[in-house]
């Protein structure tokens, strides 16, 4: 199957300072990638939608202006937590996936991210 | 939007057909129905997708009734690696991304 990179897969950041993540498709082209955040024992909590060349779709509760999202090429998007506190310490997970009904979803193996 | 309902948590002994069913009563005609397998730290994987009746692949199979109000993940003989989150997802156009609870299935020996 497709190959979805993410990276750094851990990172450790002092209170206030921003943190970017970077989710790859490495083998196709996704015209659609989402990320999620995953607190420990809970489901994934969808944050945002982002299609290449356009501007994210955010879920309700999600402050744009703090997880800035870029979708720049069909095979990178990159999530920034902007002024990062130590509540946004979690698993960020990506997904990437070519726009056809149906289509599967290629998730990365996640960034875990401490805020100190 | 199809919310999805799977029982939160299964036990099962190595080499037992388990069997885990989810509910998607609001499934639309152009939905998809697909099933991820995640262990912990690190991202979902793809299990298995069907739109109706069968769907077989070389992990795992999927039943989907002709109404499709429902479906079926259906492991064989599994093993204490396939102890894991497995959630189902109704899926259409890749709009609507949004993860159920999902199950948590332990395998045990």
């Known amino acids: 199957g497709a190959v979805v990179s993410q990276h750094p897969s851990r990172v450790i950041c002092k209170s206030g300072t921003s943190v970017k993540i970077e989710c790859r498709s490495l083998?196709?082209?996704?015209?659609?990638m989402f990320w999620y955040r995953q607190f420990p024992k809970q489901s994934l909590m969808l944050m945002a939608t982002?299609?290449?060349?356009?501007?994210?779709?955010?879920e309700q509760g999600v402050e744009k202006d703090k997880f800035l999202i870029n979708h720049a090429s069909l095979t990178l998007s990159t999530l920034t937590v902007t002024s990062a506190h130590p509540e946004d310490s979690s698993f960020y997970i990506c997904?990437?996936?070519?726009?056809?009904?149906?289509?599967?979803?290629?998730f990365g193996p996640g960034t875990r991210l401490l805020v100190l | 939007l199809a919310k999805t309902t799977q029982p939160v948590s299964m036990d099962s002994y190595e080499g037992q057909e388990v069997n885990i069913t989810c509910s998607h009563n609001n499934i639309a005609t152009n939905d998809y129905i697909t099933w991820y397998q995640q262990f912990p730290s690190q991202g979902p994987r793809f299990i298995i997708q069907g739109y109706k009746t069968k769907v077989t692949n070389e992990v795992a199979s999927l039943f989907i009734p002709a109404d499709r109000k429902s479906s079926t993940l259906s492991l064989p003989r599994v093993s204490l690696s396939d102890t894991a989150v497995y959630y189902c997802?109704?899926?259409?156009?890749?709009?609507?991304?949004?993860f159920g609870a999902g199950t948590r299935l332990t395998v045990k020996p």
């Open positions: 997904s990437a996936s070519q726009l056809r009904v149906g289509e599967t979803q290629y």
């Open positions: 083998d196709f082209q996704a015209t659609t």
């Open positions: 997802l109704v899926v259409v156009s890749n709009n609507d991304m949004r």
């Open positions: 982002s299609n290449e060349g356009s501007k994210a779709t955010y």
